[in-house]
């Protein structure tokens, strides 16, 4: 298909492990955000790529968050030590990057930390 | 500060009536503004959006919302609801000074009885 891709889907990790989730943008976008979406709640902003910029990690929640996209097309969000307020819907989002472009969203990364 | 407020947790329509999903903003300068739905376990669907121009924006599925500035609103609208529109909409704010970001409402969960 030609939307965003996310990958796993769900992903169950013990409080304490490592866990990483990819994003692959749609072809050709430039911009690509990360959000989290705790239940019954709208997206929150976690981070914004320009290529292979990160230009606003504002939205990170702690240092145990990290994302990079080091060729400017797939990324990673990788959060370590983590703890069980992580658990979450981690959403992937990508635009052309014109002020005018909505971003487009993949259906999301199910994390549950037990 | 910069927010989104959805005021109805839950707005309840007979198919074949009209549907009005509210939303109000608070921006420092110009808005652009979104309005976004939710399936189960998807991601985002992107309905339509207020750059400039016409109040009135068309968007997908026969949705519409009307951008008002004197009231600084963007309700979502549509002349004749479907079972299949029931869903979780959110409404959001871009902010680009300094970043490239959405801010989303707390979300509207839309019930449209047969």
């Known amino acids: 298909g030609a939307g965003v891709s996310q990958s796993p889907r769900y992903k169950v990790a013990k409080r304490g492990q490592d866990v990483a989730l990819r994003c692959d943008p749609i072809?050709?976008?430039?911009?690509l955000f990360w959000y989290q979406q705790a239940l019954g709640q709208g997206p929150e902003f976690l981070t914004y790529?320009?290529?292979?910029?990160?230009?606003?990690k504002s939205g990170l929640p702690s240092d145990r968050f990290f994302a990079e996209r080091p060729e400017g097309s797939v990324s990673t969000l990788k959060i370590q030590r983590t703890q069980q307020e992580d658990s979450a819907v981690y959403l992937c989002?990508?635009?052309?990057?014109?002020?005018?472009?909505?971003?487009?969203f993949g259906d999301g990364t199910r994390l549950s930390i037990l | 500060a910069q927010s989104v407020a959805q005021p109805e947790d839950q707005v309840n329509v007979a198919e074949g009536n009209p549907l009005t999903v509210k939303c109000t903003y608070s921006?420092?300068?110009?808005?652009?503004l979104f309005w976004y739905v939710q399936y189960p376990n998807r991601g985002l669907q992107f309905l339509l959006k207020?750059?400039?121009?016409?109040?009135l924006v068309k968007g997908s599925y026969g949705f519409e919302a009307e951008f008002n500035k004197s009231q600084t609103s963007f309700h979502l609208k549509k002349p004749s609801a479907l079972v299949s529109d029931s869903a979780l909409y959110f409404c959001?704010?871009?902010?680009?000074?300094?970043?490239?970001?959405?801010?989303f409402g707390t979300g509207t969960r839309l019930q449209v009885f047969p």
């Open positions: 790529f320009q290529n292979e910029a990160q230009l606003d």
């Open positions: 207020y750059i400039t121009g016409d109040n």
């Open positions: 959001a704010v871009r902010i680009l000074y300094n970043t490239d970001k959405l801010i």
């Open positions: 072809s050709g976008h430039v911009s």
């Open positions: 921006v420092s300068g110009n808005p652009y």
């Open positions: 989002a990508s635009s052309l990057g014109g002020w005018d472009q909505p971003q487009h």
